[in-house]
């Protein structure tokens, strides 16, 4: 028999993964200006760097999450964090356009179904509060995106980019070794062990091809704030460096307060007035209103407001996360690193089509604030999506 775990442990490893999981992926958007001056890279380069990672890590996210169901989420989480963490440091030695492509596309092939695979663990372990713990866990990825440019930017005024890298690698390393210490599996009963994943049954489902294509559109938000913001802010509104490792962090704070707020909202709106008002409403709510706020941004000349019309904006978008999640568990069944996996796999596809084509506008324009508009459109329309979803109707 295996043993239950101490749940408050397990949920901290998991958040402390979340942490370190946005350390890695935003530390590079933070390293940005200076990468690209010292490596000589254009922004349209940049976009495909940027984009790099999110293509590897859209394409192997189903696969990830279903190993996760099939094989154990001890074995996988494991060899999940150690590849990212081994191309984060190589990350830190490239030397040119072509390197850093290679190493950042093989980054987000091995980070590829981390959430899926922690979100198997909340259903096997915690199945009562998965809002509430899907919020931890992606407040803490937020708390990770905050403090990345606090950290990068006093590390690389030290000891260059490269170094950062080389730290936050080491410290994913590290968690590897705790989890495979302590963690067990679950014990499987016999008949579902090594089970199949009914891919044409998902396929086939409405709900799933529509959260699908709800969390592809909304991802062209959550990665502008991950890929070009700081970028943005120097180039585009004309922040210094020191301004940009602030002003950065802000959106993510509010980010972080937004998924712990969210989780606990929705669970608690779910058990009052059931799942329809709890998930989906809560979260086409959140997403028309972030919506309207990006395009608030994009007409704001002065760039105080900006940046704080950009704050309450990830806050609010943030404020859905948690929701979209747990609705995604709710109608998955067994099946939840299969169908996460799917989920979080167009939500990568939208966040690639973001950073590239973000790049290309930029280029072709020199306005950083035009892309703006596209992004608040698509939000809308994952709005929309949303509320079209039922967390009631299980798939499996």
């Known amino acids: 028999m295996t043993s239950v775990p101490n749940k408050f442990l397990l949920l901290a490893l998991l958040v402390l993964l979340s942490v370190i999981t946005f350390l890695d992926r935003i530390c590079i958007s933070v390293a940005g200006p200076r990468?690209?001056?010292?490596?000589?890279i254009t922004p349209e380069r940049w976009g495909w760097i940027l984009g790099a990672f999110i293509l590897s890590y859209g394409l192997f996210e189903i696969p990830a999450g279903a190993w996760g169901d099939r094989y154990g989420r001890r074995g996988t989480l494991?060899?999940?964090?150690?590849?990212?963490?081994?191309?984060?440091?190589?990350?830190?030695?490239?030397?040119?356009?072509?390197p850093l492509l290679a190493a950042r596309f093989l980054f987000g092939a091995?980070?590829?179904?981390?959430?899926?695979?922690?979100?198997g663990v909340v259903t096997q372990w915690l199945p009562n509060d998965r809002a509430m713990a899907q919020g931890l866990i992606w407040s803490a990825s937020r708390a990770g995106g905050a403090l990345a440019p606090l950290l990068v930017v006093p590390i690389q005024a030290?000891?260059?980019?490269?170094?950062?890298?080389?730290?936050f690698g080491a410290v994913g390393i590290v968690w590897c070794a705790v989890w495979w210490l302590w963690y067990r599996d679950p014990e499987k009963p016999a008949a579902s062990?090594?089970?199949?994943?009914?891919?044409?049954?998902?396929?086939?489902?409405?709900?799933?091809?529509?959260?699908?294509?709800?969390?592809?559109?909304?991802?062209?938000?959550?990665?502008?704030?991950?890929?070009?913001?700081?970028?943005?802010?120097?180039?585009?509104r004309?922040?210094?460096?020191?301004?940009?490792?602030?002003?950065?962090?802000?959106?993510?704070?509010?980010?972080?307060?937004?998924?712990?707020?969210?989780g606990f909202l929705s669970d608690a709106v779910v058990r009052r007035f059931g799942q329809r008002r709890g998930r989906s409403y809560l979260g086409a709510t959140c997403l028309g209103a972030a919506s309207l706020l990006l395009l608030a941004t994009a007409f704001t000349t002065n760039r105080d407001y900006a940046v704080a019309l950009l704050c309450i904006g990830f806050g609010v978008l943030d404020l859905m996360l948690p929701s979209a999640w747990a609705l995604c568990l709710d109608i998955s069944g067994a099946h939840a690193g299969a169908v996460s996996g799917a989920m979080n796999m167009a939500g990568q596809f939208g966040g690639f089509l973001c950073t590239t084509i973000f790049g290309y506008i930029v280029g072709q324009t020199g306005n950083y604030d035009l892309p703006l508009f596209l992004i608040a459109v698509l939000v809308a329309c994952s709005a929309r999506l949303f509320f079209l979803l039922d967390g009631g109707e299980s798939i499996a």
């Open 193 to 236: 062990h090594g089970h199949q994943t009914p891919w044409t049954l998902l396929l086939a489902s409405p709900q799933v091809r529509r959260i699908m294509l709800m969390y592809g559109c909304y991802a062209w938000a959550s990665w502008f704030y991950f890929s070009w913001l700081p970028t943005w802010l120097v180039k585009g």
């Open 78 to 98: 494991t060899r999940i964090v150690l590849w990212w963490s081994t191309f984060t440091i190589l990350t830190g030695m490239a030397g040119g356009f072509v």
């Open 35 to 40: 990468m690209q001056a010292e490596l000589g």
């Open 110 to 119: 091995g980070e590829a179904g981390a959430y899926p695979n922690m979100a």
């Open 238 to 262: 004309g922040f210094g460096e020191d301004e940009m490792k602030i002003f950065s962090s802000l959106p993510f704070v509010m980010g972080s307060l937004g998924c712990l707020a969210g």
């Open 158 to 167: 030290a000891y260059g980019w490269r170094m950062s890298f080389y730290v």
